[in-house]
């Protein structure tokens, strides 16, 4: 359950929406946040707060990449499968993050951190191979970067808890 303050927030925000229905992302992203990922209970609150059906809020949560309707890592690693990323290389992005990781596409790593997730064309085009890790864009990522870009990951992690 969310706390008071938060859902005040998420109030205000649908308030400020032309339609509520327009601050649906918005919530659906702010309850993630708050439970890891967007949990049965989390649709639920979604959808009283929008003033939409649970089925509706699902029709959303599905419709949008970055909204996880399971658990995930503290991390989810988004990479780039679309055709410019492709043609420069984005396979061996996956297939170096499968071997440092442990997991095959789709999975978690086992204490928790990451969870990798191929995805549709994140607006980087011209400095693919792409990938997203969290809130952070990295370009132009080659296999060599990656165990250093997954340490740097792991450090900022650290420094939040
Ligand atoms: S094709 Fe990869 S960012 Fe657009």
């Given at each position: 359950?969310?706390?008071?303050?938060?859902?005040?927030?998420?109030?205000?925000?649908?308030?400020?929406?032309?339609?509520?229905?327009?601050?649906?992302?918005?919530?659906?992203?702010?309850?993630?946040?708050?439970?890891?990922?967007?949990?049965?209970?989390?649709?639920?609150?979604?959808?009283?707060?929008?003033?939409?059906?649970?089925?509706?809020?699902?029709?959303?949560?599905?419709?949008?990449?970055?909204?996880?309707?399971?658990?995930?890592?503290?991390?989810?690693?988004?990479?780039?499968?679309?055709?410019?990323?492709?043609?420069?290389?984005?396979?061996?992005?996956?297939?170096?993050?499968?071997?440092?990781?442990?997991?095959?596409?789709?999975?978690?790593?086992?204490?928790?951190?990451?969870?990798?997730?191929?995805?549709?064309c994140l607006g980087n085009?011209?400095?693919?191979?792409?990938?997203?890790?969290?809130d952070t864009l990295y370009?132009?990522?080659?296999?060599?970067?990656?165990?250093?870009?997954?340490?740097?990951?792991?450090a900022a992690l650290d420094?939040?808890?």
């Amino acid at each position: 359950m969310i706390h008071e303050g938060l859902k005040k927030e998420l109030q205000g925000r649908i308030a400020a929406a032309i339609i509520p229905r327009e601050a649906a992302v918005d919530v659906m992203k702010e309850l993630q946040r708050h439970y890891g990922w967007l949990t049965d209970e989390a649709v639920g609150e979604a959808a009283e707060l929008l003033g939409l059906s649970t089925l509706q809020v699902e029709e959303l949560a599905t419709f949008y990449e970055m909204i996880y309707r399971r658990p995930v890592g503290k991390r989810v690693i988004h990479v780039c499968d679309s055709i410019s990323c492709w043609s420069v290389g984005g396979e061996t992005i996956m297939t170096q993050l499968q071997k440092s990781l442990g997991v095959e596409t789709g999975g978690t790593t086992s204490d928790g951190i990451f969870t990798l997730i191929p995805c549709a064309c994140l607006g980087n085009c011209g400095e693919g191979p792409t990938m997203m890790i969290g809130d952070t864009l990295y370009g132009r990522v080659t296999p060599e970067r990656i165990d250093k870009i997954l340490a740097q990951e792991r450090a900022a992690l650290d420094c939040l808890t």
